[in-house]
């Protein structure tokens, strides 16, 4: 509008509400990846409940779920690069004091959670008692295992913590195995005549003695025999990631080179660009996640044997663990509201892409990649927190499956009928949250470290086997609760170090402006000292001038 001074007059209309197409639109655009994965999930469930009617072969299960298959596949293949560089990343962008005040931080919040989760699971298996001496009539004897010391299982965490070899720790780890050899005795052979001897034979060796010219007894013979069987500990390298090796490693090589300064500008420019590199490649798979997670889902369906005669036997021992994982699940909300009062279940929103993945998945180390992307995109973590806390919590860090070793140890005792003494219980809840710790964020990683729970208890370990059968299920949802307490781990230790950063961030501010103000007064030094060389070059150049005039 033009007024008389000649000037432009804008006038502000307002804003016209949005319709609910609109609206609708905005929050698709917004959510369009989380509700593919929602949608993936229900699909996936649907379409395995019906095609099971149609008794697909082996084949045709194998090609429903080879999506699924590239799914993981491309999620652990980011897993070691991600570790790397953000572990080392994050701990570059930290003093050493701030660093072991977030990580002492991180860990008492581990500790905490998975304890409680213990101590859970326990109150609920003694409270519903899923376990009857019947089921074990119904499903019988269990497969053995075998058998692992305590001792054992320790000195193989310490073990796969310092590992010897760093390019093997990439693809195996250390572990202790026992072998059954024979052992045998030397036994004096029987040098008398044998009933089946003849008279002949004996004549002939006194008659050949005799032509020797002197008579010697004949040498002593021995036999060597099988008086049984015992177990010899051995050491040897299985399949998979050594996670707590290269974490070990990652730490030190992270604090070391932030101590070096700038000396060290170029290394962390290096893993600051490959931390960014492996992000973007996250952001493309995720959006073939939604693919892959409801071929998993829909191929595992499909592989179940009977699941009505599974739930009908083990339908009770599901319940037990499904509704301790809820009840876990409200406690971590809890403490975070307690100790950040913020809302838990917009937290948990935000979260809900993560959530979906370790469902799909059953892997915290597989799901990682995104638990990256959701905290830091869509809950506003510091990437300083989430790439130094979330990669120690998928390893340290199962709340899940400590709950779970607690309530199959015991259900197994219950179904054995073994008196569950006081002894036996602290017992249970110890070893559980020691043996919680060392299992590794793969599928199912929480059977074998349940056998270190039984064998510490006294519990008969053939009877894992008999838990294989809704194992599948049980590894989802424990998977998932996992990554949900690493989560909300990120988002504490955030808040309580959120003062510490936000100085840190200051201070590098002030040093940047500082050292931006330094270049500014050398270039303008630099340029005064230029400037101030060319008037002597002209002052020099004035009496050789005034002299070649006079010549003339």
Same mark, same amino acid.
């Given at each position: 509008?033009?007024?008389?001074?000649?000037?432009?007059?804008?006038?502000? =209309? +307002?804003?016209? +509400?949005?319709?609910?197409?609109?609206?609708?639109?905005?929050?698709?655009?917004?959510?369009?990846?989380?509700?593919?994965?929602?949608?993936?999930?229900?699909?996936?469930?649907?379409?395995?409940?019906?095609?099971?009617?149609?008794?697909?072969?082996?084949?045709?299960? *194998?090609?429903?779920?080879?999506?699924?298959?590239?799914?993981?596949?491309?999620?652990?293949?980011?897993?070691?690069?991600?570790?790397?560089?953000? *572990?080392?990343?994050?701990?570059? =962008?930290?003093?050493?004091?701030?660093?072991?005040?977030?990580?002492?931080?991180? !860990?008492?919040?581990?500790?905490?959670?998975?304890?409680?989760?213990?101590?859970?699971?326990?109150?609920?298996? !003694?409270?519903?008692?899923?376990?009857?001496?019947?089921?074990?009539?119904?499903?019988?004897?269990?497969?053995?295992?075998?058998?692992?010391?305590?001792?054992?299982?320790?000195?193989?965490?310490?073990?796969? *913590?310092?590992?010897?070899?760093?390019?093997?720790?990439?693809?195996?780890?250390?572990?202790?195995?026992?072998?059954?050899?024979?052992?045998?005795?030397?036994?004096?052979?029987?040098?008398?005549?044998?009933?089946?001897?003849?008279? #002949?034979?004996?004549?002939?060796?006194?008659?050949?003695?005799?032509?020797?010219?002197?008579?010697?007894?004949?040498?002593?013979?021995?036999?060597?025999?099988?008086?049984?069987?015992?177990?010899?500990?051995?050491?040897?390298?299985?399949?998979?990631?050594?996670?707590?090796?290269?974490?070990?490693?990652?730490?030190? &090589?992270?604090?070391?080179?932030?101590?070096?300064?700038?000396?060290?500008?170029?290394?962390?420019?290096?893993?600051?660009?490959?931390?960014?590199?492996?992000?973007?490649?996250?952001?493309?798979?995720?959006?073939?996640?939604?693919?892959?997670?409801?071929?998993?889902?829909? $191929?595992?369906?499909?592989?179940?044997?009977?699941?009505?005669?599974?739930?009908?036997?083990?339908?009770?021992?599901?319940?037990?663990?499904?509704?301790?994982?809820?009840?876990?699940?409200?406690?971590?909300?809890?403490?975070? &509201?307690?100790?950040?009062?913020?809302?838990?279940?917009?937290?948990?929103?935000?979260?809900?892409?993560?959530?979906?993945?370790?469902?799909?998945?059953?892997?915290?180390?597989?799901?990682?990649?995104?638990?990256?992307?959701?905290?830091?995109?869509?809950?506003?973590? #510091?990437?300083?927190?989430?790439?130094?806390?979330?990669?120690?919590?998928?390893?340290?860090?199962?709340?899940?499956?400590?709950?779970?070793?607690?309530?199959?140890?015991?259900?197994?005792?219950?179904?054995?009928?073994? +008196?569950?003494?006081?002894?036996?219980?602290?017992?249970?809840?110890?070893?559980?949250?020691?043996?919680?710790?060392?299992? $590794?964020?793969?599928?199912?990683?929480?059977?074998?470290?349940?056998?270190?729970?039984?064998? $510490?208890?006294?519990?008969?370990?053939?009877?894992?086997?008999? !838990?294989?059968?809704?194992?599948?299920?049980?590894?989802?949802?424990?998977?998932?609760?996992?990554?949900?307490?690493?989560?909300?781990?990120?988002?504490?230790?955030?808040?309580?170090?959120?003062?510490?950063?936000?100085?840190?961030?200051?201070?590098?501010?002030?040093?940047?402006?500082?050292?931006?103000?330094?270049?500014?007064?050398?270039?303008?030094?630099?340029?005064?000292?230029?400037?101030?060389?060319?008037?002597?070059?002209?002052?020099?150049?004035?009496?050789?001038?005034?002299?070649?005039?006079? =010549?003339?």
């Amino acid at each position: 509008m033009e007024v008389e001074s000649g000037k432009q007059e804008y006038t502000f =209309e +307002p804003q016209e +509400p949005m319709t609910g197409k609109e609206k609708f639109k905005q929050w698709f655009k917004e959510n369009m990846l989380l509700f593919f994965t929602v949608t993936s999930v229900v699909f996936g469930i649907i379409f395995g409940m019906v095609l099971r009617y149609a008794e697909p072969s082996d084949n045709a299960i *194998l090609a429903i779920g080879f999506p699924g298959d590239i799914l993981m596949r491309l999620l652990k293949m980011l897993i070691l690069p991600l570790i790397i560089s953000s *572990l080392i990343t994050g701990l570059t =962008e930290l003093d050493p004091k701030e660093s072991g005040k977030m990580g002492l931080r991180a !860990l008492l919040y581990y500790f905490t959670t998975t304890f409680i989760a213990v101590i859970i699971g326990i109150i609920m298996v !003694l409270s519903i008692h899923p376990g009857r001496s019947s089921l074990k009539e119904e499903l019988g004897d269990g497969t053995s295992k075998p058998e692992i010391t305590t001792l054992d299982a320790f000195l193989d965490l310490l073990r796969n *913590l310092f590992p010897e070899n760093l390019v093997q720790a990439c693809f195996q780890q250390a572990q202790t195995y026992y072998e059954d050899v024979n052992t045998t005795e030397k036994v004096l052979r029987n040098t008398t005549i044998s009933l089946n001897a003849t008279e #002949d034979t004996t004549v002939a060796y006194a008659t050949a003695a005799s032509v020797a010219g002197n008579v010697t007894e004949a040498p002593p013979m021995y036999d060597i025999v099988i008086t049984g069987t015992k177990s010899i500990r051995k050491l040897a390298f299985k399949d998979g990631m050594n996670v707590m090796g290269i974490i070990a490693f990652c730490i030190t &090589f992270g604090i070391l080179l932030s101590a070096m300064g700038e000396r060290a500008r170029v290394m962390i420019n290096f893993f600051a660009i490959l931390a960014d590199i492996t992000m973007k490649m996250v952001h493309i798979i995720m959006w073939y996640s939604p693919i892959g997670i409801a071929s998993l889902i829909c $191929a595992k369906i499909l592989d179940m044997d009977d699941p009505e005669v599974v739930f009908r036997q083990l339908g009770l021992y599901m319940v037990t663990v499904l509704v301790g994982l809820v009840i876990h699940l409200g406690v971590l909300m809890t403490i975070f &509201f307690v100790m950040t009062r913020n809302n838990p279940l917009t937290f948990f929103k935000g979260m809900l892409q993560a959530w979906l993945t370790a469902l799909a998945t059953s892997s915290s180390g597989a799901t990682m990649p995104i638990t990256f992307r959701c905290l830091e995109e869509n809950n506003g973590i #510091d990437k300083r927190v989430t790439r130094f806390v979330i990669p120690i919590g998928a390893t340290v860090n199962m709340d899940g499956t400590a709950l779970y070793e607690a309530v199959a140890a015991i259900f197994i005792g219950q179904m054995n009928g073994i +008196p569950l003494t006081v002894g036996k219980v602290i017992t249970v809840s110890i070893t559980a949250t020691l043996a919680s710790i060392g299992a $590794a964020s793969v599928p199912s990683a929480g059977l074998v470290t349940m056998l270190l729970v039984l064998t $510490a208890a006294g519990f008969p370990t053939g009877d894992v086997s008999l !838990l294989l059968t809704v194992d599948w299920f049980l590894d989802r949802c424990r998977t998932s609760i996992n990554v949900l307490g690493d989560s909300y781990g990120a988002g504490i230790v955030y808040k309580l170090s959120k003062a510490e950063l936000d100085e840190a961030d200051r201070l590098e501010e002030i040093e940047n402006n500082h050292n931006e103000l330094d270049r500014a007064n050398h270039d303008t030094s630099k340029l005064d000292g230029q400037a101030q060389n060319a008037l002597d070059f002209e002052s020099e150049k004035k009496p050789d001038g005034n002299a070649r005039e006079s =010549e003339f």
